[in-house]
């Protein structure tokens, strides 16, 4: 399913009947000083709670075999979160310790909710102790409370070809683009979907934006139908590239490599290019090692 049929499945986010009465409890006044620190987004460098902001599990829809999108009430039902696109959230259940961070899916003029989509790991955690927090987080209850601790990013968005950076070398700088490509691996394709999702909501926003998005196989793909509804706004350009096809699939194939980069990045001497790289630390590593052979310089790329 794409996530805009989940979204069109959705009727309205105002609570279900059951919710009703738990809207009331919500605490207000803490978001609301959040809100107002935050007209339009908070500060790429962070905003921590001191007290998390309890977000309420509405439900759930099924996105590929193993991704589902989560969708959480915000304690305004009037108000989006206020994010910028780049930013994460970070969150906490309440039985548990250990806290994750996600790059919502629902656009940050989405009022009253927060749609996450989120890899469910399968393993069963009480052998190996992993995939805890995603099990927990599928097996929520309607109603049932999360705790949002933290929204930070190293990097935003403005919009317009606009991005602030923010780098320990240099703190925050400002960058311009007119190009800007993308490369994500699996579930960070949600990083790079804000910034499509942005440029697509504004029409004067000119920016060209090309994604390459790298996965195992063909049903891990995700947002597909959504990506390519959206490369026919004419701004944005989508190559998904997956190591094992199948004989369906039309796009590309195996790892990400110098052909890849030069069909679809920026030039390595175009000053208002820009590279966004996110995925598993050996992804961005051969990313850079290609980019850095292709003579691109660390102003043209950053790794979110
Ligand atoms: C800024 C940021 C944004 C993020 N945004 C998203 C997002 O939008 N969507 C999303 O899904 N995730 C996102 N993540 C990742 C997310 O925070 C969690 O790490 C993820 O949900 C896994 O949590 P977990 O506790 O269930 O798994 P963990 O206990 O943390 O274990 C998961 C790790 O174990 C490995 N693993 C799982 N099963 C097996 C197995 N059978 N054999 C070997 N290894 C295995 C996985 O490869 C993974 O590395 C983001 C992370 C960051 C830092």
């Given at each position: 399913m794409s996530y805009l049929k989940y979204v069109l499945n959705k009727p309205s986010v105002a609570p279900c009947s059951s919710l009703k009465g738990i809207i009331q409890t919500l605490d207000k006044a803490q978001y609301k000083t959040f809100a107002q620190k935050n007209p339009l987004g908070v500060p790429v460098q962070g905003v921590k709670f001191t007290d998390p902001l309890k977000l309420i599990y509405m439900d759930k829809g099924n996105v590929s075999t193993e991704c589902n999108i989560f969708r959480f009430m915000l304690p305004e039902i009037n108000k989006p979160l206020g994010l910028r696109p780049g930013e994460y959230v970070t969150l906490k259940l309440s039985d548990l310790e250990d806290f994750r961070s996600y790059r919502p899916v629902s656009s940050i003029h989405d009022n009253g909710f927060l749609d996450l989509l989120v890899k469910v790991f399968s393993t069963d955690y009480s052998q190996r102790s992993i995939g805890e927090f995603t099990q927990r987080l599928d097996a929520l209850k309607e109603g049932d409370p999360v705790y949002l601790t933290e929204v930070a990013g190293s990097m935003c968005y403005e919009g317009r070809g606009k991005f602030s950076i923010c780098t320990e070398d240099e703190g925050m700088k400002e960058k311009i683009a007119k190009k800007v490509g993308l490369i994500s691996e699996g579930t960070s394709i949600t990083a790079m979907f804000q910034f499509l999702q942005a440029v697509e909501e504004d029409p004067v926003d000119l920016t060209a934006f090309s994604l390459v998005s790298l996965y195992?196989?063909?049903?891990?793909?995700?947002?597909e139908d959504d990506l390519l509804r959206m490369q026919e706004s004419g701004k944005i350009s989508y190559f998904p590239v997956v190591e094992s096809p199948d004989e369906m699939w039309t796009h590309g194939e195996g790892k990400i490599s110098e052909a890849l980069i030069e069909s679809f990045m920026p030039e390595p001497?175009?000053?208002?290019g820009l590279i966004l790289l996110s995925g598993s630390n050996q992804m961005t590593d051969d990313c850079i090692d290609i980019l850095e052979k292709l003579g691109y310089n660390k102003d043209q790329y950053q790794i979110l």
């Open positions: 195992g196989n063909p049903s891990d793909a995700l947002l001497d175009d000053p208002e």
